[in-house]
Protein backbone atom coordinates (compact mmCIF):
# COMPACT_ATOMS: atom_id res chain seq x y z
CA UNK A 1 0.00 0.00 0.00
CA UNK A 2 2.88 2.59 0.74
CA UNK A 3 4.75 2.13 -2.51
CA UNK A 4 1.16 2.78 -4.35
CA UNK A 5 0.47 5.88 -2.00
CA UNK A 6 4.38 7.34 -2.63
CA UNK A 7 3.71 6.83 -6.55
CA UNK A 8 0.02 6.10 -7.38
CA UNK A 9 -0.75 4.71 -11.13
CA UNK A 10 -4.49 5.68 -11.38
CA UNK A 11 -7.12 3.28 -12.28
CA UNK A 12 -4.86 0.65 -11.97
CA UNK A 13 -5.84 -3.07 -10.44
CA UNK A 14 -3.60 -4.85 -8.58
CA UNK A 15 -3.58 -8.46 -7.22
CA UNK A 16 -1.89 -8.43 -3.53
CA UNK A 17 -1.69 -11.52 -1.24
CA UNK A 18 1.00 -13.78 -0.77
CA UNK A 19 1.89 -15.02 -3.93
CA UNK A 20 3.25 -18.46 -5.10
CA UNK A 21 5.55 -18.59 -1.93
CA UNK A 22 3.35 -17.85 0.82
CA UNK A 23 0.25 -20.62 -0.38
CA UNK A 24 -1.03 -23.18 2.31
CA UNK A 25 -4.14 -24.86 2.40
CA UNK A 26 -7.02 -24.65 4.88
CA UNK A 27 -5.37 -27.87 6.75
CA UNK A 28 -1.86 -26.66 6.61
CA UNK A 29 -3.14 -22.94 7.79
CA UNK A 30 -4.76 -24.43 10.96
CA UNK A 31 -1.79 -26.70 11.72
CA UNK A 32 0.01 -23.21 11.79
CA UNK A 33 -2.61 -21.40 13.92
CA UNK A 34 -2.44 -24.46 16.28
CA UNK A 35 1.50 -23.76 16.11
CA UNK A 36 0.80 -20.27 17.93
CA UNK A 37 -2.46 -20.79 19.90
CA UNK A 38 -2.06 -24.31 20.88
CA UNK A 39 -5.76 -24.74 20.20
CA UNK A 40 -6.60 -27.60 17.90
CA UNK A 41 -9.00 -26.30 14.87
CA UNK A 42 -12.74 -28.23 15.05
CA UNK A 43 -13.22 -29.29 11.33
CA UNK A 44 -14.71 -32.57 9.32
CA UNK A 45 -12.83 -33.28 6.66
CA UNK A 46 -15.07 -34.22 3.24
CA UNK A 47 -12.90 -36.24 0.49
CA UNK A 48 -14.68 -33.63 -2.12
CA UNK A 49 -14.40 -30.61 -3.86
CA UNK A 50 -16.89 -28.04 -3.47
CA UNK A 51 -18.59 -26.84 -6.75
CA UNK A 52 -17.05 -23.56 -8.05
CA UNK A 53 -14.15 -23.70 -5.46
CA UNK A 54 -10.38 -23.26 -7.35
CA UNK A 55 -8.07 -26.10 -7.06
CA UNK A 56 -4.97 -24.22 -6.15
CA UNK A 57 -5.21 -19.70 -5.93
CA UNK A 58 -2.31 -17.61 -5.38
CA UNK A 59 -1.94 -13.94 -6.30
CA UNK A 60 -0.06 -13.10 -9.10
CA UNK A 61 2.49 -10.39 -7.87
CA UNK A 62 4.02 -9.91 -11.65
CA UNK A 63 2.18 -6.75 -12.41
CA UNK A 64 2.64 -4.88 -8.84
CA UNK A 65 6.50 -5.84 -9.16
CA UNK A 66 6.69 -4.39 -12.61
CA UNK A 67 4.91 -1.21 -11.58
CA UNK A 68 6.81 -1.23 -8.44
CA UNK A 69 10.13 -2.95 -9.03
CA UNK A 70 11.41 -2.02 -4.88
CA UNK A 71 8.48 -3.44 -3.72
CA UNK A 72 8.48 -7.07 -2.58
CA UNK A 73 6.73 -9.59 0.48
CA UNK A 74 8.03 -8.46 4.00
CA UNK A 75 6.22 -10.77 6.06
CA UNK A 76 5.81 -14.11 5.42
CA UNK A 77 2.44 -16.30 5.91
CA UNK A 78 3.20 -17.54 9.46
CA UNK A 79 4.60 -13.94 10.49
CA UNK A 80 1.33 -12.97 9.80
CA UNK A 81 -0.85 -15.58 11.65
CA UNK A 82 1.66 -15.68 14.59
CA UNK A 83 0.81 -11.58 14.70
CA UNK A 84 -2.81 -12.19 14.28
CA UNK A 85 -2.91 -15.26 16.70
CA UNK A 86 -1.39 -12.78 19.08
CA UNK A 87 -3.73 -10.06 18.42
CA UNK A 88 -6.16 -11.82 19.44
CA UNK A 89 -4.58 -13.10 22.11
CA UNK A 90 -4.26 -9.44 23.64
CA UNK A 91 -7.89 -9.32 22.68
CA UNK A 92 -9.12 -11.86 25.16
CA UNK A 93 -6.82 -11.66 27.81
CA UNK A 94 -8.63 -7.77 28.31
CA UNK A 95 -11.98 -8.87 28.39
Known sequence: MEAFINAPK???????????????SIIEAFAITEK????????EYVD??????H???YSDLRKMKAHYPN???????EKTVQQIAESWQKRLAAV
Open 48 to 53: KNRDGD
Open 10 to 24: TGEVYNLGGGKNNTC
Open 71 to 77: WDITMSL
Open 36 to 43: FTGKKQVY
Open 55 to 57: ICY
